[in-house]
């Protein structure tokens, strides 16, 4: 299961990199449109949003394999190793059942706007579901990270380096 997920979260980085891009070209489209009104997008700046949500959810998953997550461990640091490991399966657990949450409401906003043929306000009346898609996606992949994590925690691995560090500082 572990090199299964390990994929769909590499695919999810490249789609949040793909969403990134075409961010950039709606961002640039709109720029274009203002200059030369016969280039003009409608709803280029709607689109650049939608892209920007997709980027940010896509990417969750993938940002939190790679232990790029912000974590506060000034009460962890300070724990014995076993507390360590009871504290870290209590927060996973935690952030499981938060992400569940989120992945359950975000799939049932994207039902919610499907049947009931939810569109944008704007011009360009995109139906609403297709951006909404990314985030239900990236919350769903963001659960099951949180689900693998909390798998290897209680198979007894550690999720951080040796050193300690939980955080990349570059």
Known sequence: MQRWAHHLFQVAAQLAGLSLLCTLIMVLFSITGRLWPSISITGADAYAGYFTAG????????????????????????????????????????ALLMACALAVFSVRLVL??????????????????IPQMGMALGCILF????????????????????????????
């Open 55 to 94: 980027t940010a959810f896509l990417a969750l998953a993938p940002t939190l394999k790679r232990g790029e997550h912000i974590r506060v461990t000034l009460l962890f640091s300070h724990l014995q190793p076993k507390a360590q490991h009871a504290m870290d399966v209590l927060c996973h657990l935690l």
């Open 143 to 170: 659960a099951l990270a949180f689900l693998t994590d909390l798998i290897r925690l209680l198979q007894g691995e550690t999720l951080h380096n040796a050193s300690g560090e939980l955080a990349r500082t570059e």
């Open 112 to 129: 919610q706007s499907h049947s009931f043929m939810d569109i944008s306000t704007g011009l360009d009346a995109t139906p609403l579901w």
